[in-house]
């Protein structure tokens, strides 16, 4: 492991769902509140790009090219890595809950979860989005939905709703999620954004806290990483070895916020990603 790096100015008020794919050039992630993607070039820059929506909760590469992006209630598609995206769906139409973060499986489906505006408890869904365009509802009674993952064979799925303090596991049979269990308790922390390495090890974007905690498949901690502000919220491997860990960071509703947050950081891991999963759509 290495020692973090930050490799970002504070540019983002709440920056979220970094994603590495070598279709639009490396590293993508979005400021949430802003409704903006931004990518970071091979200079250093960032480039900034509206979706057409007050929210862009997460971008995704889409299998034949472009991307998907999750707005305030649907997707957009485009299909070019650089244009602006055009709305594909709304997946529902109440405008007191948001799209808040998504991530796709190894067969093209997109999942994606909301949240409340006033955070109100159970009032938000996880659903599933198939490559046609079909939408169901996975997970009902969702207060924060967050990052969600898969193994690297395709057998379990990581996920975390924030509000119940602790990231859980799912079986995944004919490609259903089954069998919800407890993977990790994570009391005193918020878990937020997660990815999955090729050896399966589980990293953890801990909000409040902080912190980034990799576990290994059979939830023991492998390692630790301590920012150096409190509001770190998710996490991607990427890079050309795919062993750079990418980390993104808030400010959001911060009275007094630490001079780095905002920014994006990265440190070196030992045990490289899996390929980036796409959106059939």
Not at 45 to 53: F, Q
Request: glycine share 12%; proline share 6%.
């Amino acid at each position: 492991m290495s020692e973090l790096e930050q490799i970002t100015d504070p540019i983002a008020y709440h920056a979220e769902g970094p994603v590495w794919s070598d279709t639009w050039g490396g590293l993508r992630w979005v400021d949430m509140l802003a409704g903006d993607l931004l990518t970071l070039r091979a200079d250093g820059t960032v480039d900034r790009l509206g979706v057409g929506s007050k929210i862009a909760a997460f971008v995704r590469p889409r299998t034949n090219g472009g991307y998907v992006v999750g707005t305030e209630r649907g997707l957009a598609l485009s299909d070019t890595p650089d244009d602006a995206p055009k709305p594909m769906l709304e997946v529902w139409e109440d405008s007191g809950i948001r799209m808040n973060e998504g991530g796709c499986d190894p067969w093209g489906n997109l999942y994606c979860g909301s949240m409340a505006y006033d955070r109100t408890e159970g009032a938000a869904s996880l659903y599933r989005v198939t490559p046609s365009g079909d939408v169901s509802v996975v997970l009902p009674h969702v207060t924060t939905s967050n990052g969600i993952d898969f193994s690297p064979d395709g057998t379990r799925a990581y996920y975390n709703d924030t509000k119940t303090r602790r990231t859980d596991v799912f079986d995944v049979v004919d490609e259903e999620l089954t069998n919800r269990r407890v993977f990790h308790e994570a009391e005193g922390t918020s878990p937020d954004g997660l990815t999955v390495d090729s050896a399966g090890n589980v990293w953890v974007a801990l909000n409040r806290v902080g912190k980034v905690r990799c576990y290994s498949p059979d939830a023991e901690i492998l390692h630790e990483a301590q920012l150096p502000l409190r509001l770190v919220t998710a996490c991607t491997l990427g890079g050309t070895d795919g062993r750079d860990l990418f980390i993104t960071t808030s400010r959001e509703n911060l009275d007094d916020p630490e001079p780095q947050a905002g920014s994006v950081f990265r440190m070196r891991v030992d045990v490289p990603g899996k390929p980036t999963l796409t959106f059939g759509g």
